[in-house]
């Protein structure tokens, strides 16, 4: 369309109008009929104009402002107008239009579409008319330019108002009921496009032609590190804009997905569920100042180790006072960076991009967590500079066991106590093996976290694990887990028992027992390959990878048969049960007990009966450690409780988790967690309905509402006996059962006000399906491992004289912990 200086080539423009209504294609030739009157451009229509002298001033007005523009824009011009009542048809029409002489090329201009005349779908989520569009674009000869952009493509719609709304490859807009409008907004149309491939030709010449250099770099060097593909995981601004598009290129050649969310704070949730469950490296970009917006997950992730990179743009270092930088005069992310131990390295000279980017790729083969990168938008937008392969990566140290630490522990295993239980951390699929092989062989119990559930499970392969005891945590311990560590309300004897902790810092959340009572009343073996994190009160440390010491303990197992017979009464004494009363009560709205009760009837069905496994997801909450406590797992799950357990973060991870495992994904969520971050929805249906991704099974989230902080709520009435405060008061709105369907997604909202074992059945096999489940929950402090005190509750199994003793003793503790 370039016009310059000298004597201009006339342009060879193409407008389609598609749509059956005689009325669209007539006021559409009117429009481009004003625009050529009087003028060297020529008009090739098919479509009559017609007479509009009564239209009102503002055509006027817009046709007079756009022929000022276009006379000295673009005065010579041939504009064939092709009128076609549907897209194939007018692909045809345009293949004539341009002719077969490649000399002489054209640009199809603007596609003005007539949506239902047209036979096209109106509906933002339906993915048919860009998939016309493209087969409109591959019909075109080679001669015939066209980019599809909210500027050449505009749909014109007079449905019913549509459900969504997104930004799009083109532009919709409601169908004008007058004609004037229409003529007016087509002329708008014409009129940009045609500044825009002026201003567009301008700016290509001066602008770079090359991706980013960062993008490249950071791409090969997690290639040749992941050995899970590493995940995309973005939040747009105009400063890192260009680097995503390069990664998003990137990711989408070579298969890593590109997970988005409502928030930065919600990347990170995503990035750091992935590195638990799949140890998935994640590259996260974000904008300027950003950095802040990770909230604590940034030290969850940093505890986790979670490989990857955080690209957080920076200002230019001359800017004064910039608007949303993190390294000037008034203030330096670094210094939070640092406070938090997190490795960082400040990109603000593409000179020493190479040296920078070497100091970045060793700080992440530290294995110290995610790497954060503080870039300048001039390190962002380099594109000439030479930058090395990825270095090889370096052979680690292993830290493997010794006889010295292993044989206490050996003789242990073979000749000590009955009572031997392992809490397990995050395990291969190799270690899962070994942990099984050596509990059968050896009478041990297994047992998961609070904070890292599923890593043993109560189903292996569809078949219940007889060593597995439940759940040791600081809260939501499981009955069972109680009942073999304890009697009579009261630890057993240190020499009755031992605690293994593999893959463990035996953190405060891993177990309810009071410092003193780890220091003295228990036998501790710690398996850990990092010296720092063996605890003080460990009796027996053992500093080695857990698969090297699990393969040791393998060899060495020789455990007698009458001791190994001990072990397993000992295991087969702790009764699986619910052990309160109102698990069994169907009052409404329920309890707790009662609901994960029902629902885990219906899921030991699913698995025994059906095959079925599921990833579960654990927001923080009453809610969340119940879930943990009373389900039957079938492998590893993620907790919010990991780490600083931030309320929200395990909602905010659904969507990565749910869109790149296979399987079934169930989530538990309270409503104080929920109303603390964004609605994940409408992230969840973009990115499965135009970015590629898919649900594989079925997604069930379950939002546990009681109106309050529950957990607040226990503490207050169990250490002062003080009722509901407005402190912990949660207002949720209860939305209204339906069912719609976005793309190939089937969204259900449904309000649980009991457990049908049969619907709930049914709902959990759907596949491509979100269940959004409100489920209306009463408050208690009845069981679910709340603290030590609730085994003392009136509604357990067995009441130990203790309780009785309290009960006489008002305001009394009794020495539980």
């Given at each position: 369309m ?9 342009s060879?423009l ?5 749509g ?18 009087g003028s ?7 479509a009559l104009?017609?007479r509009?002298?009564d ?5 006027r007005?817009?046709h ?5 523009f ?10 064939t107008?092709?009128s ?5 048809e007018?692909?045809?029409q345009l293949?004539?239009?341009?002719g077969?002489?490649?000399t002489?090329?054209?640009t ?5 579409v ?7 779908s109106?509906?933002?989520?339906d993915?048919?008319?860009t998939d ?21 493509v ?6 019913p108002?549509p459900?969504?709304?997104i ?18 907004d087509?002329?708008c149309a ?8 002026h201003?567009?030709g ?6 770079r032609?090359?991706?980013p250099a ?18 995309l995981?973005?939040?747009?601004g105009?400063?890192?804009?260009g ?5 998003e ?8 997905p590109?997970l988005r ?12 569920a992935?590195?638990q469950?799949d140890a ?7 904008t300027?100042g950003?950095?802040?917006e990770f ?12 490989r990857?990179f955080i ?5 230019r270092?001359?800017t ?6 993190t390294?000037?005069a008034?203030?330096d ?19 020493r ?5 070497a ?6 083969d530290e294995d ?6 503080l870039?300048t ?8 500079v ?9 052979r680690?140290?292993?830290a ?6 292993l ?6 295993l073979?000749?000590?106590p009955?009572r031997?239980?392992?809490?397990l951390?995050?395990l291969?699929?190799?270690e899962?093996?070994?942990v ?8 041990i ?5 609070l ?11 569809g078949?219940?694990v007889?060593?597995?005891l ?10 069972r ?6 009697r ?13 902790f593999?893959k463990?810092r ?6 309810p027992?009071?410092?003193?009572a ?9 398996v850990?390959?990092?010296a720092?994190h ?5 009796d027996?440390?053992?500093?080695a ?13 020789a455990?007698p048969a009458e ?17 309160d009363?109102v698990?069994g ?11 994960y ?5 219906v ?8 095959g079925y496994?599921?990833t ?16 039957p ?19 905010q991870?659904?969507?990565a ?9 169930l989530?538990?969520i309270?409503d104080g ?6 609605d994940?929805?409408?992230g969840?249906i973009?990115?499965i ?5 898919r649900?594989?099974g ?11 902080h ?10 002062s ?5 407005r ?6 709105l ?9 793309g ?10 009991d ?34 005190l609730?085994q003392l ?6 009441l ?6 309290m009960a ?10």
């Open positions: 370039d016009n310059s200086s000298g004597s201009p080539r006339p060879r193409l407008i389609a109008a598609v059956k209504r005689p009325a669209f294609q007539r006021t559409v030739a009117t429009a481009f009929g004003d625009l050529v009157e060297q451009r020529i008009l090739t229509t098919s104009p017609y509009h002298d239209w009102p001033e503002p055509y007005y817009t007079g402002r756009a022929r000022r276009l006379d000295r824009a673009l005065p010579h011009a041939t504009i107008l092709c076609a009542e549907t897209l194939t007018a692909a045809t293949r004539a239009a341009a077969p002489d490649g002489n090329p054209a199809l201009a603007l596609v003005l007539d949506a239902v005349a047209a036979g096209v109106d509906e933002p989520l993915t048919s008319l016309e569009l493209d087969a409109l674009r591959a019909a075109l000869p080679p001669h015939v330019g066209f980019e599809t952009s909210p500027y050449t505009h749909v014109y719609d007079d449905g108002a459900r969504a709304r930004a799009q490859p083109h532009n919709r807009r409601r169908l004008p009921g007058d004609d004037w409008v229409l003529a007016a087509v002329i014409f009129t940009d496009v045609v500044q825009l491939q201003t567009a301008a700016l290509r010449a001066s602008a032609t090359a991706p960062l993008a490249g770099a950071l791409a090969d060097f997690l290639d040749s590190r992941a050995t899970t593909p590493w995940g995981h973005y939040y747009t105009s400063v890192v804009s680097l995503i598009a390069e990664l290129d990137r990711a989408a050649r070579s298969g890593n590109v969310g409502p928030s930065e704070h919600s990347l990170a949730c995503g990035a750091l992935r590195w469950l998935a490296p994640a590259l996260i970009v974000v300027s950003m950095v802040d909230r604590g997950t940034l030290a969850n992730l940093r505890d986790a180790r979670a990857g690209v957080c743009a920076d200002s270092a001359d004064w006072y910039p608007f949303q930088g390294v000037h008034a203030e992310s670094r210094e939070l960076l640092r406070a938090r131990r997190i490795p960082h390295v400040h990109l603000d000279d593409p000179r991009l190479a040296a920078d980017l100091t970045a790729f060793a700080a992440y110290r967590g995610p790497v954060v990168l870039a938008p001039d390190v962002l937008e380099a594109s000439r030479e930058l090395p392969p990825p270095p090889p990566p370096p680690a140290p292993r493997t066991v010794t006889e010295d630490a044989a206490p522990v050996v003789d242990l073979n000749h000590g009955e031997i239980l392992w809490q951390g995050a291969s699929a190799g899962r093996a070994l099984h092989e050596i509990a059968a062989d050896g009478g119990g297994l047992a998961d976290s904070t890292r559930p599923g890593t043993v499970a109560r189903y292996r392969d078949a219940v007889p060593e597995y439940g759940t040791l945590g600081l809260y939501g311990y499981s009955d887990v109680h009942a073999f560590l304890h009579d309300g009261r630890l057993r004897p240190r020499d009755e028992q031992c605690l293994f593999v463990s035996i953190t405060e959340a891993a177990t027992f009071s410092p003193r780890l220091q003295r009343s228990l036998r501790i073996v710690q850990s390959d990092e720092a063996l605890a003080p009160f460990t027996h440390p053992v500093r990878e857990a698969a090297h010491f699990l393969r040791a303990v393998r060899d060495r197992l455990v001791l190994l017979a001990a072990r397993r009464r000992a295991l087969a004494e702790a009764a699986d049960s619910a052990s009363v698990h009560l169907p009052v409404q709205p329920m309890s707790l007990n009662y609901f009760h029902r629902l885990g009837e899921l030991d069905g699913l698995i025994t009966a059906d496994t599921y579960g997801v654990y927001d923080v909450g009453r809610g969340g450690l119940s879930a943990v406590r009373n389900l797992r079938t492998g590893p799950g993620f907790s919010g409780w990991y780490g600083r357990a931030l309320m929200g973060d395990a909602l991870a659904v969507p988790i749910a869109l790149t495992r296979p399987g079934n994904t989530a538990f309270g967690a929920a109303a603390l971050v964004p994940i929805l409408p969840l973009q990115q309905c135009f970015h590629g991704h649900l594989d079925n997604l069930s989230v379950f939002q546990l509402v009681d109106g309050g529950s957990m607040i709520r226990t503490y207050r009435e169990g250490r006996a003080a009722g509901a405060g402190q912990t008061q949660v207002l949720h209860l939305p209204e059962d339906g069912e719609e369907t976005f190939p997604l089937t969204v259900a909202r449904r309000r649980l006000d457990v049908d074992p049969g619907t709930l059945r049914a709902d959990l096999l759907r596949r491509s399906t979100l269940n959004l489940y409100s489920v209306p929950v009463t408050h208690n402090n009845e069981g679910d491992g709340l603290s030590l609730s509750g009136w509604q357990r199994d067995t130990p004289e203790l309780t009785f003793a006489r003793t008002p305001g009394g503790t009794g020495g539980a912990r």
